[in-house]
T-cell receptor, first 114, second 110 residues
Framework: NAGVTQTPKFRVLKTGQSMTLLCAQD?????MYWYRQDPGMGLRLIHYSVGEGTTAKGEVPDGYNVSRLKKQNFLLGLESAAPSQTSVYFC?????????????FGSGTRLTVV | GIQVEQSPPDLILQEGANSTLRCNFSDSVNNLQWFHQNPWGQLINLFYIPSGTKQNGRLSATTVATERYSLLYISSSQTTDSGVYFC????????????FGAGTRLAVHP
């Protein structure tokens, strides 16, 4: 099925550890995004990419790095995890597909930093 | 930056009732989307609606861009409509970067 796939779905890290979240899309979308969602809040943009080899900062980029070496993949890295990075992380992609810019989201990664 | 406010924050309905959710935004936008987050956390795009009116089954949405608001209508609500509804608008700089509201949490009881 076409869509956005995130791995892993769950992860527990100790403070100071590093990890990479993987996002893959098979819709040939140019734009990809990483958001975080904290309890009772809307989503906030961490980083985004407008094409292969490009990345840019969003609203809350500190403590995260990203890479988009292939068009279909967008990686989010945490170099030294902190408890404040405990959150649910969502990846999304968008077209345009014939003028439609609607987002397709992955199923999320629940990250806990202890 | 652009501000997005949703109301009401919480809504409780009996199955079969109708409801209207509102989204106000502080500046002109080229892109507005409504999403439903189900109780399992999955985010589904309901509407891409920068202006005008669209309908999809029991759901419809209207955006009045000149007055900076959008409405989501849910008719004959069902328990499967429960979850959180988010409005999001494109932020500064384009590239379809969305700024999300805090959401409306809807609970539909049988």
């Amino acid at each position: 099925n076409a869509g956005v796939t995130q791995t892993p779905k769950f992860r527990v890290l100790k403070t100071g550890q590093s990890m990479t979240l993987l996002c893959a899309q098979d819709m040939n979308h140019e734009y990809m995004y990483w958001y975080r969602q904290d309890p009772g809040m809307g989503l906030r943009l961490i980083h985004y990419s407008v094409g292969e080899g490009t990345t840019a900062k969003g609203e809350v980029p500190d403590g995260y790095n990203v890479s988009r070496l292939k068009k279909q993949n967008f990686l989010l890295g945490l170099e030294s995890a902190a408890p404040s990075q405990t959150s649910v992380y969502f990846c999304a992609s968008s077209g345009p597909d014939r003028g439609f810019y609607g987002y397709t989201f992955g199923s999320g990664t629940r990250l806990t930093v202890v | 930056g652009i501000q997005v406010e949703q109301s009401p924050p919480d809504l409780i309905l009996q199955e079969g009732a109708n409801s209207t959710l509102r989204c106000n935004f502080s500046d002109s936008v080229n892109n507005l989307q409504w999403f439903h987050q189900n109780p399992w956390g999955q985010l589904i795009n309901l509407f891409y609606i920068p202006s005008g009116t669209k309908q999809n089954g029991r759901l419809s949405a209207t955006t009045v861009a000149t007055e900076r608001y959008s409405l989501l209508y849910i008719s004959s609500s069902q328990t499967t409509d429960s979850g959180v509804y988010f409005c999001a608008v494109e932020g500064a700089g384009g590239y379809n970067k969305l700024i999300f509201g805090a959401g409306t949490r809807l609970a539909v009881h049988p």
